[in-house]
């Protein structure tokens, strides 16, 4: 790391050793949450903090394997761009490194669990780029967050990620979709690469409340980005589907403990599908 960078730690009220192993290092700063502010309040935290005038957002779980002046490059010119993410073999993450931006179709399919038991369903070739060759490089709609570079600028005129995503979930697809709308490009650059473990934050969330942040951040992003009837749509296939994915549940962990969790997902969908407007989906920190 070059002298003149101060790289800087936001703790997010861990219970490890982050912030004892932050201090053993020389010219550290250290942004201490009292509480967990959630993944969109820190970046934003981070970013606040420092100077640059390029932005690679890279998650703790992927490894730089090329330089990214090429990142640089495109981010001068359209204002955001990523790399390639890679797994422990090379191979290209097809489905996961870029994306389209989500469409009702496609989060009822994710939510239903189309998409996985028939991954080569037209709505999911199209969402997850499976019709494009990942050595080709040029304009995408959403690349992972996990791996994306973007200007100052473009991230102040946007004021950032969108805290009400908390804590995690969505708050990348729904910067990239404002990007987009506001005139930017968002480039692929395929030869500048990462390699990705997959899932090395997310992991540590408990099981119940991953599925009731996803769905949450989901219905969120649909009250933000949809017509009305898609965003209706995709409330009553968040309740509908909230059924068979307990049943499932109960069947994996031999056990009624996601009850409660899905419970709660049907509630707030509910409420969400019912309530005039959407204000119930766009209820929460900072929306």
């Known amino acids: 790391m070059a002298p003149n960078v101060t790289p800087i730690v936001v703790d997010n009220a861990s219970s490890d050793r982050t912030v004892e192993l932050a201090r053993e290092r020389a010219h550290v700063h250290i942004i201490l949450n009292r509480e967990n502010r959630g993944f969109a309040a820190a ?48 191979k290209a993450e097809s489905g996961f490194t870029i994306r389209r931006l989500p469409t009702p179709a496609s989060l009822i399919f994710e939510l239903f669990g ?66 987009l709308d506001s005139g930017y490009r968002i480039e692929y650059v ?43 749509a995709v409330c009553l296939a968040v309740v509908l589907s909230s059924f068979p994915r307990m049943v499932a549940r109960m069947i994996q962990d031999r056990s009624l403990q996601s009850v409660a969790t899905y419970r709660k997902i049907v509630r707030f969908a509910g409420l969400c599908l019912v309530s005039p407007g959407r204000s119930a989906a766009r209820g929460g920190r900072n929306s």
Request: with cysteine; hydrophobic share 40%.
């Open 43 to 90: 970046v934003n935290q981070g970013i606040s903090a420092c100077e640059a005038d390029f932005l690679l957002l890279l998650n703790p779980d992927a490894n730089l394997l090329t330089a990214v002046d090429a990142l640089v490059d495109a981010s001068q010119q359209y204002g955001l761009a990523a790399g390639k993410l890679v797994g422990i073999d090379r």
């Open 114 to 179: 189309i998409n996985r038991l028939w991954p080569s369903n037209p709505v999911n070739r199209r969402y997850r780029y499976l019709d494009r060759d990942l050595d080709e490089k040029g304009p995408v709609e959403q690349p992972a967050g996990a791996f994306l570079m973007t200007r100052r600028k473009v991230w102040k005129t946007l004021d950032g990620f969108d805290e009400s995503f908390h804590p995690v979930w969505f708050e990348d697809v729904d910067y990239c979709k404002r990007a």
């Open 190 to 232: 395929p030869s500048v690469q990462a390699a990705h473990q997959g899932g090395h934050s997310v992991s540590k969330i408990p099981e119940g409340c991953r599925a009731l942040y996803w769905c949450v951040s989901l219905t969120r992003y649909a009250a933000k980005h949809f017509h009305s009837a898609g965003y209706r």
